[in-house]
């Protein structure tokens, strides 16, 4: 027991009693310590940066130019979509990594949107961007096709940490991508080895192997009508883009982005003459990576 006390003011007396309490493993304590190395986290999270094209099908101006924002200053390029009927026709017209839909926007929502797209068999991550945190709405974005669900107003540590489950940082991104061209081309080389039908198609063999998924075909012999001349075109172009990924190795291993971006863009034409979209639209976004 103590007491203060001072004229004219009045007394205080205090009483101090030994309790046994860990003061060190209350929870108020360990949530305050576990919250400031959250933030910590975190902060390094928004340092990171990443590589990738992002399509953000956002209606609002002023939420179209936060995302932007954030996404830039990490390193990402970026496309809007200002309603769901402009999201589906720029995915399907141009290639993304992500996209990051809006789920309450005019002409067509991000509901619709997203079962638009999978519909057409686009397997690209789908974030859906909503206020509500109901049950309801987030098990309908998920039932709608879309991979994952992001709060408004975003947070951009959570926006990017999301973001790096599906993205690549730096020279890691191009690996990858190159890796994906050259397993494309080995597919494609197994495939145009295969027999082809009286009418210079691919057999049933070489569909179940995934011609059709990887080449145009059909729209080659609409163009140029040969088959034969078709299938020599791609045997040339296969020997050649072999020596073209090699040279994106070693311009990659050397930090060579001018020699990625040459690279690349030579590889995204050739890709596009002959059919392969696939290939074209990885050689594009290497391309883009030698530009950042």
């Known amino acids: ?7 004219g003011k009045g007394s205080t007396f205090s ?10 493993s209350q929870s108020l304590i360990t949530e305050l310590e576990k919250g400031s190395a959250s933030r910590g986290k975190m902060s390094e999270i928004a340092d990171i940066k990443l590589s990738g094209k992002i399509l953000v099908a956002e209606d609002d101006r002023v939420n179209q130019k936060v995302l932007l924002t954030m996404l830039e200053k990490a390193g990402l390029q970026t496309t809007i979509a200002n309603d769901g009927k402009e999201a589906v026709e720029k995915a399907t017209s141009e290639s993304f990594d992500v996209i990051l839909m809006d789920i309450h926007m005019p002409n067509m929502n991000g509901y619709e949107a997203t079962t638009a797209l999978r519909e057409k068999g686009f397997t690209i991550p789908i974030l859906a961007l909503t206020a509500s945190v109901l049950r309801g709405e987030v098990n309908k974005c998920l039932e709608a096709g879309c991979d994952e669900h992001l709060q408004k107003p975003i947070d951009r540590p959570k926006l990017l940490q999301t973001l790096s489950k599906y993205l690549s940082s730096g020279k890691d991104a191009i690996s990858s991508k190159v890796e994906t061209a050259k397993a494309q081309i080995d597919e494609l080389s197994e495939i145009i080895s295969e027999p082809t039908s009286q009418e210079g198609l691919p057999t049933e063999a070489s569909r179940n192997l995934g011609f059709e998924n990887i080449i145009d075909w059909h729209g080659l012999v609409e163009r140029m009508g040969d088959e034969e001349s078709i299938k020599e075109i791609i045997l040339i172009f296969l020997t050649d883009v072999k020596e073209r990924i090699e040279m994106l190795t070693e311009a990659m291993k050397a930090s060579d982005a001018e020699g990625i971006k040459s690279y690349a863009h030579a590889l995204k034409g050739a890709a596009a003459n002959v059919g392969v979209k696939q290939l074209s639209d990885i050689a594009y976004r290497l391309e883009c990576a030698g530009r950042a």
């Open 1 to 7: 027991i103590s007491v203060r006390s001072e004229p």
């Open 15 to 24: 009483l101090t009693i030994a309790a046994g309490v860990d003061v060190e």
